[in-house]
């Protein structure tokens, strides 16, 4: 483990929301935290409600919830009132094409608008969300569309033409929605802005128990095609608390989330918990460019920021001056998920925004952060931080007993946190998989030190984690066995610099095909158009065989191994030995 340092953020610019950690964990009780969620008689509730109408019913109903600025450089805003209307009348839509609570309504669109409001009129009709990463090839898109039964896709004119490729597949997919004036209603689609503007901007909303199902998404295990994560409107509690303890929001903040409505990131942090707390925030909708990000900040005067240590690195790795071309002092609060931060980021933005940025753990099942770095507690450089309160967590031993402190192993949680998934889509056998005895087990190793902070050591499975997002090496695999010239494939996650891991394909040819960089070039442009941009694999190494078990599974821990020059380790399943 690096040596420890311990830095202690003296330039608080405010006093945090959570003042002191042990104080909030003491005695800290779900029922508590529930009642600060407002419900409905019998204790039914609508996530929604929470997010959008309560602040439009009441002192935050001309408060903008949103800035949007697209990759044109067209800026919106929308205030409270106007996204509850806006969404009553997606939810009336919805109905008006026969959506029934619980029936799924997806959406394959660029972050836009159309997106956080159809999303919330979603959630208002009672039926469940689920977002799609616009980059998804036919493939992905496919998995993901078929296995949730979607019978409604809103989408977009660009990315309209890649559903129309897999739409024979799709027998529950009933009706296609198309924002900004792309749709060809004489195919049946449905016009987003012509059914919105018939549509009435009052809805009752649909009244739910709070283990009804909110949201979905699809996320990569080590094995098998993704599975859908579900999710509950009870989740709201925790994603509320959070957004308050952990980004620290308060009533004056404008918040920015980085990540793509397409991931969890992007659904629990850039929608549900900042505005379920009141808060302004800007959504972007263009790519990545460090001075476009500066201007972002300077413009909207964010003051509380959540990315990613990919891109933090990007920032980094940017010219040192380009930060002081711009007004970034509005900045009091940073926060960073989805892979390792480095010591190095945070030091560097001390260095350059006068704070640093605070680790955050979670994953799409956990529903909300876990465990954190928390602006009242000093930071350890290289920890994750401490448990959120409530949260019962152990590194355990493959028996499922709690190792002493100081051991590496499994990072498990006690379940039962409000949060939590609540199945796998039509996988109930896939959802047991995560327990061992009486813990959800997170498929991350890691250590507790003395003090109870959290260090992550890596992932116990083969998930790749890239720039941040999550890729099976499976879904890489089977994509890559698609190819005419590819007999069979085997994909690592390697360490880099910059993007945390790239992934590296080991590939053997059918006979008759002859290795080449050109081949490698089109076999990748292959994965691009089948999976997404990022679950390509950056490096391809054509090979004669490839390590299997007995059993005839592809052992990714000896390619790695072999690849990273590392011990072989056991080795007496292999085959081909
Ligand atoms: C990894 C993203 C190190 C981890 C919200 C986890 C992290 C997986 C951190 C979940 C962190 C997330 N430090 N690793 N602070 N946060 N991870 O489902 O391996 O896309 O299991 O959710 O990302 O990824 P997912």
Same mark, same amino acid.
């Given at each position: 483990?690096?040596?420890?340092?311990?830095?202690?953020?003296?330039?608080?610019?405010?006093?945090?929301?959570? %003042?002191?950690?042990?104080?909030?964990?003491?005695?800290?009780?779900?029922?508590?935290?529930?009642?600060?969620?407002?419900?409905?008689?019998?204790?039914?509730?609508?996530?929604?409600?929470?997010?959008?109408?309560?602040?439009?019913?009441?002192?935050?109903?001309?408060?903008?919830?949103?800035?949007?600025?697209?990759?044109?450089?067209?800026?919106?805003?929308?205030?409270?009132?106007?996204?509850?209307?806006?969404?009553?009348?997606?939810?009336?839509?919805?109905?008006?094409?026969?959506?029934?609570?619980?029936?799924?309504?997806?959406?394959?669109?660029?972050?836009?608008?159309?997106?956080?409001?159809?999303?919330?009129?979603?959630?208002?009709?009672?039926?469940?969300?689920?977002?799609?990463?616009?980059?998804?090839?036919?493939?992905?898109?496919?998995?993901?569309?078929?296995?949730?039964?979607?019978?409604?896709?809103?989408?977009?004119?660009?990315?309209?033409?890649?559903?129309?490729?897999?739409?024979?597949?799709?027998?529950?997919?009933?009706?296609?929605?198309?924002?900004?004036?792309?749709?060809?209603?004489?195919?049946?689609?449905?016009?987003?802005?012509?059914?919105?503007?018939?549509?009435?901007?009052?809805?009752?909303?649909?009244?739910?128990? %709070?283990?009804?199902?909110?949201?979905?998404?699809?996320?990569?295990?080590?094995?098998?095609?993704?599975?859908?994560?579900?999710?509950?409107?009870?989740?709201?509690?925790?994603?509320?608390?959070?957004?308050?303890?952990?980004?620290?929001?308060?009533?004056?903040?404008?918040?920015?989330?980085?990540?793509?409505?397409?991931?969890?990131?992007?659904? /629990?942090?850039?929608?549900?918990?900042?505005?379920?707390?009141?808060?302004?925030?800007?959504?972007?909708?263009?790519?990545?460019?460090?001075?476009?990000?500066?201007?972002?900040?300077?413009?909207?005067?964010?003051?509380?920021?959540?990315?990613?240590?990919?891109?933090?690195?990007?920032?980094?790795?940017?010219?040192?001056?380009?930060?002081?071309?711009?007004?970034?002092?509005?900045?009091?609060?940073?926060?960073? /998920?989805? @892979?390792?931060?480095?010591?190095?980021?945070?030091?560097?933005?001390?260095? /350059?925004?006068?704070?640093?940025?605070?680790?955050?753990?979670?994953?799409?099942?956990?529903?909300?952060?876990?465990?954190?770095?928390?602006?009242?507690?000093?930071?350890?450089?290289?920890?994750?931080?401490?448990?959120?309160?409530?949260?019962?967590?152990?590194?355990?031993?493959?028996?499922?007993?709690?190792?002493?402190?100081?051991?590496?192993?499994?990072?498990?949680?006690?379940?039962?946190?409000?949060?939590?998934?609540?199945?796998?889509?039509?996988?109930?056998?896939?959802?047991?998989?995560?327990?061992?005895?009486?813990?959800?087990?997170?498929?991350?190793?890691?250590?507790?030190?003395?003090?109870?902070?959290?260090?992550?050591?890596?992932?116990?499975?083969?998930?790749?984690?890239?720039?941040?997002?999550?890729?099976?090496?499976?879904?890489?695999?089977?994509?890559?066995?698609?190819?005419?010239?590819?007999? @069979?494939?085997?994909?690592?996650?390697?360490?880099? @610099?910059?993007?945390?891991?790239?992934?590296?394909?080991? /590939?053997?040819?059918?006979?008759?095909?002859?290795?080449?960089?050109?081949?490698?070039?089109?076999?990748?442009?292959?994965?691009?158009?089948?999976?997404?941009?990022?679950?390509?694999?950056?490096?391809?190494?054509?090979?004669?065989?490839?390590?299997?078990?007995?059993?005839?599974?592809?052992?990714?821990?000896?390619?790695?191994?072999? @690849?990273?020059?590392?011990?072989?380790?056991?080795?007496?399943?292999?085959?081909?030995?």
């Amino acid at each position: 483990m690096q040596e420890i340092s311990v830095f202690k953020n003296k330039n608080l610019k405010k006093t945090p929301t959570m %003042p002191d950690l042990e104080e909030a964990s003491r005695d800290f009780k779900w029922e508590d935290a529930k009642k600060e969620i407002e419900c409905f008689e019998d204790g039914k509730m609508n996530a929604a409600w929470n997010v959008i109408d309560v602040h439009a019913n009441g002192e935050r109903k001309n408060k903008i919830a949103l800035y949007y600025e697209g990759d044109d450089g067209i800026i919106e805003k929308f205030t409270f009132g106007e996204m509850s209307e806006l969404s009553n009348r997606f939810a009336n839509v919805l109905k008006k094409l026969g959506i029934q609570r619980q029936d799924r309504v997806f959406y394959f669109l660029s972050r836009s608008p159309e997106l956080y409001v159809s999303f919330l009129g979603t959630l208002k009709a009672g039926a469940i969300a689920g977002t799609l990463f616009p980059a998804f090839g036919d493939d992905a898109l496919r998995d993901r569309l078929l296995d949730s039964g979607a019978k409604v896709i809103v989408t977009e004119g660009p990315l309209k033409e890649r559903l129309y490729k897999i739409r024979d597949s799709l027998p529950d997919l009933k009706h296609i929605i198309v924002v900004k004036n792309g749709a060809d209603t004489s195919k049946g689609e449905f016009c987003y802005n012509t059914e919105m503007a018939a549509a009435s901007s009052y809805f009752e909303i649909e009244k739910m128990n %709070p283990e009804d199902y909110s949201f979905m998404l699809y996320t990569s295990g080590t094995t098998g095609k993704p599975k859908g994560v579900v999710h509950a409107h009870a989740g709201i509690v925790q994603q509320y608390l959070s957004a308050k303890w952990v980004l620290d929001l308060q009533d004056d903040d404008i918040f920015w989330c980085t990540a793509d409505l397409g991931w969890v990131t992007g659904i /629990v942090y850039g929608l549900l918990g900042p505005w379920a707390c009141g808060t302004t925030q800007v959504g972007y909708g263009g790519r990545f460019k460090p001075e476009k990000w500066y201007e972002l900040i300077q413009r909207y005067k964010i003051t509380v920021w959540y990315t990613a240590p990919t891109a933090i690195r990007m920032l980094m790795a940017a010219s040192d001056d380009l930060p002081k071309n711009f007004d970034l002092s509005s900045l009091r609060h940073l926060c960073s /998920v989805g @892979e390792p931060l480095n010591p190095e980021g945070v030091k560097w933005s001390v260095e /350059v925004f006068g704070q640093p940025f605070h680790d955050t753990w979670w994953q799409t099942e956990t529903g909300s952060i876990l465990i954190t770095n928390y602006p009242c507690m000093p930071i350890k450089f290289g920890s994750m931080g401490k448990l959120f309160p409530g949260i019962e967590a152990a590194i355990i031993d493959e028996a499922g007993n709690p190792l002493p402190q100081g051991a590496e192993g499994d990072l498990a949680i006690k379940p039962g946190w409000p949060s939590m998934m609540r199945t796998i889509w039509k996988n109930e056998a896939r959802f047991k998989e995560y327990f061992r005895g009486n813990w959800y087990v997170t498929g991350d190793t890691a250590m507790i030190d003395k003090d109870g902070y959290f260090w992550y050591v890596g992932r116990a499975d083969d998930v790749i984690k890239t720039s941040g997002e999550r890729v099976g090496p499976f879904e890489v695999e089977s994509a890559l066995v698609e190819h005419d010239a590819v007999a @069979e494939a085997g994909v690592i996650g390697k360490p880099d @610099e910059l993007r945390g891991n790239i992934i590296k394909a080991f /590939v053997m040819l059918k006979p008759g095909f002859t290795a080449s960089d050109d081949l490698k070039k089109e076999i990748q442009q292959f994965i691009k158009g089948k999976l997404a941009g990022h679950a390509y694999p950056r490096e391809i190494d054509f090979v004669d065989s490839l390590p299997k078990t007995r059993s005839g599974k592809i052992m990714r821990r000896l390619l790695k191994a072999k @690849e990273l020059g590392l011990p072989i380790g056991d080795t007496s399943t292999l085959e081909n030995d």
